[in-house]
């Protein structure tokens, strides 16, 4: 089984603290991606990532980073949050095998910023 | 830009009964994904199903199959014989077969299992 874990399930940080939420899949997966999940608005895409070192931009990459030294790990970095970086954050990694594609999510962080 | 919309930000069925989640899309792509994802109360996110839209043929997994519309861009979830594990928010989501890796996710609706 594909698993994908994240460091922390809840995490609770203060305005303008950095703040690092790490991702770990253990399928030597290519891809990996950071999303932010919030009410109503479904999962949006901050950054992805297709190679070591290689990033791109999502949807609402402002205010975040990334960093992927090593091909199982992939970082979402707040480099000072604030409180609109309140939500649920999912990282996943994906595979296209045999014409199939799946992503595969971890259990999420749920990051309040007071 | 392609979107992804679900109308039905909530939605209740009793167990053993069957229910429907809608789902509509936009694109200019003739070839391209549509997943059903599954995300219950504090769980991970996994997929339950996958259409290819070159396939006229509507994919089935167990108790969930959809109806897919490709002319009419509508891609419905069906859920029979519910389940209390069933309970749980569902995501619709779309990519491209060229850059697939960009999934665009709905709003999602959450459906509650009434025993």
């Known amino acids: 089984d594909v698993k994908v874990t994240q460091s922390s399930r809840y995490l609770v940080k203060r305005t303008g603290e950095k703040v690092f939420l790490e991702c770990v899949q253990d399928?030597?997966?290519?891809?990996m991606f950071w999303y932010r999940q919030d009410p109503g608005l479904g999962l949006r895409l901050i950054y992805f990532?297709?190679?070591?070192?290689?990033?791109e931009k999502g949807d609402i990459p402002e205010g975040y980073s990334v960093s992927r030294e090593k091909k199982e790990r992939f970082s979402l970095i707040l480099e000072s949050a604030s409180t609109n970086q309140t939500s649920m954050y999912l990282c996943?990694?994906?595979?296209?095998?045999?014409?199939?594609?799946?992503?595969?999510f971890g259990p999420g962080t749920r990051l309040t910023v007071t | 830009a392609q979107t992804v919309t679900q109308s039905q930000p909530e939605m209740s069925v009793q167990e053993a009964e069957t229910v429907t989640l809608s789902c509509t899309y936009d694109?200019?792509?003739?070839?391209?994904?549509l997943f059903w994802y599954k995300q219950p109360p504090s769980r991970q996110m996994i997929l339950v199903i996958r259409?290819?839209?070159?396939?006229?043929q509507n994919a089935t997994e167990n108790r969930f199959s959809v109806n897919f519309q490709k002319a009419a861009k509508s891609f419905s979830l069906k859920i029979s014989d519910s389940q209390l594990g069933d309970a749980a928010m569902y995501f619709c989501?779309?990519?491209?077969?060229?850059?697939?890796?960009?999934?665009?996710f709905g709003p999602g609706t959450s459906l509650s299992v009434i025993p």
């Open positions: 996943a990694s994906s595979e296209l095998a045999g014409g199939r594609y799946e992503q595969y």
């Open positions: 989501a779309y990519s491209k077969k060229t850059s697939y890796d960009k999934v665009i």
């Open positions: 990532s297709y190679d070591v070192k290689m990033k």
């Open positions: 399928m030597d997966h290519e891809n």
């Open positions: 259409q290819e839209a070159y396939k006229q």
């Open positions: 694109t200019s792509e003739s070839d391209y994904y």
